[in-house]
């Protein structure tokens, strides 16, 4: 972060590194007055952010595939379509399994029949029995007979019930509402049981935003996480105008030790779906808020080869260059852990031309109009 805020200035640098011995003095009276833009630092509350490139994810993800073996009669749905929760997308053709339908219920009939005969057999020949007219033997072997019909029945019926569900099969819908992709299969394919890919539907209204950050992170994003709800910004690259919000949702438990890095959720509305799976996003969380800290301008801040530094103006008007430490920065300030003390005027254009206890002709700098 602290990269990226600051201005690298490679003369500058290499020029305090080479001659940060020389005498303030000396140059003062070597070179004019330098022409410069200044400000003052400040003390002010920067909020600490952790700027992470990540990707959109969907909600919920299905690959839909066939229970059965068949053909394809028709694909009902557009490439991209919103479809609802039980929408049909594909038609496999039932006309065999409307056959084995007709069939199962034949022998069920049947069997039924049989049953029915067979009771009424028993019933007849326990009357009988009853009187003395038939052996009990044969009640057995008929009581026998009324068992395995019953048994049969079931066995048809259960027949009959698997019938009906091969034809429900035969109709694949939508498990739930979101976006159908592009088409995997059309009229006369074939597909087999849990092979065939048939269509992928996204639910994307919500979606998650999934990101890794650097371990190092880890105990103030906890903290954060501890106090409540913790938001992140996410916007699309290259188009800082369109801002979402999203809540973190989620912290793996184990840092992969190959990145040194730990993967999160956000979970995002995406109520205009706006945002498709797949896409790379910018996020942007506020992991803590430095109170009264001594900020100022980012341009302020320069880069040279023993790290970040800039020009103090001094009250005789001559130039000091600090080494400084950046805390943060936020929205074109820096927050200076130490190096420089608010009140003190720092330099923040023309420090190209500057040196040493160079003197300068200090212009403070004009604000920016929206």
């Known amino acids: 972060m602290v990269a990226a805020m600051a201005t690298t200035v490679v003369g500058a640098g290499y020029w305090y590194h080479s001659t940060r011995n020389a005498t303030s003095a000396g140059t003062a009276k ?9 400000a003052q630092a400040i003390l002010g509350d920067v909020p600490v952010l952790l700027d992470v490139v990540g990707r959109a994810e969907a909600y919920e993800s299905v690959t839909l595939k066939s229970r059965l073996d068949g053909q394809v009669a028709a694909v009902p749905y557009t490439e991209g ?18 056959a084995r339908l007709l069939q199962a219920e034949a022998n069920l009939a049947k069997d039924q029949a049989l049953l029915a005969k067979a009771r009424a057999d028993v019933a007849r020949y326990l009357a009988l029995q009853g009187r003395g007219f038939v ?77 890794s950050v650097p371990e190092k992170h880890l105990p103030r994003l906890r903290k954060a996480i501890g106090g409540g709800e913790m938001r992140a910004g996410v916007t699309i690259p290259g188009d800082r105008e369109q801002r979402f919000e999203a809540t973190v949702r989620f912290i793996d438990n184990t840092v992969d030790a190959a990145t040194g890095t730990i993967q999160m959720k956000a979970l995002l509305e995406n109520r205009d779906e706006k945002l498709t799976p797949g896409q790379f996003l910018n996020i942007s969380m506020s992991l803590d808020t430095l109170a009264k800290a001594v900020v100022v301008p980012a341009e ?32 074109g300030l820096a927050a200076i852990g130490k190096g420089v003390a608010a009140g003190e005027t720092v330099v923040t254009d023309g420090q190209l031309r500057l040196t040493p206890g160079a003197l300068v002709q200090a212009r403070p700098a004009q604000q920016k109009t929206e």
């Open 30 to 38: 070597a070179v004019p007055a330098v022409p410069v833009t200044v």
């Open 135 to 211: 052996s009990e033997e044969k009640g057995n072997e008929l009581r026998t007979a009324e068992a395995a019909a019953a048994a049969t029945v079931k066995a048809d019926q259960a027949a009959v019930e698997l019938a009906r569900r091969q034809i429900s099969y035969t109709t694949i819908r939508a498990p739930f509402a979101g976006v159908v992709g592009a088409r995997l299969v059309f009229p006369g394919s074939a597909v087999k049981i849990n092979d065939t890919a048939l269509a992928v539907v996204n639910r994307i209204r919500p979606l998650y935003v999934t990101f």
């Open 81 to 98: 379509q919103h479809v609802r929760q039980g929408e049909v997308l594909v038609q496999l053709d039932a006309g065999d399994f409307d």
């Open 300 to 331: 302020a801040v320069q880069q040279g080869p023993e790290g970040n530094f800039l020009f103090v103006v001094r009250p005789d008007n001559t130039v000091e260059p600090r080494k400084i430490e950046v805390q943060a920065g936020y929205r």
